[in-house]
């Protein structure tokens, strides 16, 4: 049967090895998104202000419904970083859109792009939206990283997929510390996070293929 990790599962697994580097980079999304947040309520307020002494262009122009749109974004976004949530059927691309998204407003690394492949239509999957969603910006986070040294060259994150598995790529030139959490948190969606060559690896098992294994008596986590 799917496993459903209780509170003090998940407040183990923030205390684990590794957390430190993942609260380090939760503050600078936070801090990231913080900004974009004040800085689409200031607008906004330029906006208004100018539209009450009758700048009718203001909302002619959309100007106004365009910041309204950009600060719910925003506030979406930083809505998706709590940890909590119980595993659920997931299509991981609108996942990975959403790590990526999220870390394009990483306070260092604005100015570098990522791009996520895809290859095949990648079935859904059964995770935890927020450990996927984690383990996901970490592997972002790693490729840009990688890529801050290659002028005008983005990180590249590759999504492929079969019957049985989805698999995420993304280069991993330096060996950093997220080890233990990074693959607490694949575990967690019934997956796995290992490196291969200059790789990060998140292989995660199909819907249909847990669903398998349940009605096999396969153990899941």
């Known amino acids: 049967m799917p496993s459903d990790r209780t509170m003090p599962e998940m407040t183990a697994a923030a205390a684990m090895p590794g957390a430190a580097e993942w609260v380090a980079l939760a503050d600078d999304l936070l801090a990231g998104l913080v900004h974009a947040l004040n800085n689409r309520v200031t607008a906004i307020s330029v906006?208004?202000?100018l539209a009450g002494l009758g700048d009718e262009q203001m909302l002619a122009g959309g100007m106004?419904?365009?910041?309204?749109?950009?600060?719910?974004?925003?506030?979406?976004?930083?809505?998706?970083?709590?940890?909590?949530g119980n595993p659920e059927a997931l299509e991981i691309g609108p996942v990975l859109q959403d790590a990526v998204a999220i870390h394009a407003?990483?306070?260092?690394?604005?100015?570098?792009?990522c791009v996520i492949e895809t290859a095949d239509t990648p079935p859904p999957v059964r995770a935890p939206r927020w450990a996927l969603l984690r383990v996901l910006l970490i592997m972002v986070d790693v490729a840009k990283a990688g890529a801050q040294d290659a002028a005008d060259t983005p990180a590249i994150v590759r999504?492929?997929?079969?019957a049985g598995a989805v698999c995420v790529r993304a280069a991993a030139r330096e060996r950093g510390s997220w080890g233990a959490?990074?693959?607490?948190?694949?575990?967690?969606?019934?997956?796995?996070?290992?490196?291969?060559?200059?790789?990060?690896?998140l292989t995660l098992p199909s819907l249909s293929?847990?669903?398998r294994r349940e009605r096999t008596g396969w153990p899941t986590r």
Do not use: W
């Open 47 to 49: 906006c208004a202000e």
């Open 64 to 84: 106004l419904a365009a910041e309204v749109a950009r600060l719910q974004q925003a506030g979406a976004l930083l809505a998706l970083l709590p940890a909590r």
């Open 105 to 113: 407003h990483h306070p260092r690394m604005r100015a570098v792009d």
């Open 159 to 162: 999504l492929s997929g079969d």
């Open 181 to 201: 959490y990074a693959t607490e948190m694949a575990a967690l969606c019934q997956g796995t996070l290992t490196r291969e060559n200059e790789e990060l690896v």
């Open 209 to 211: 293929e847990l669903r």
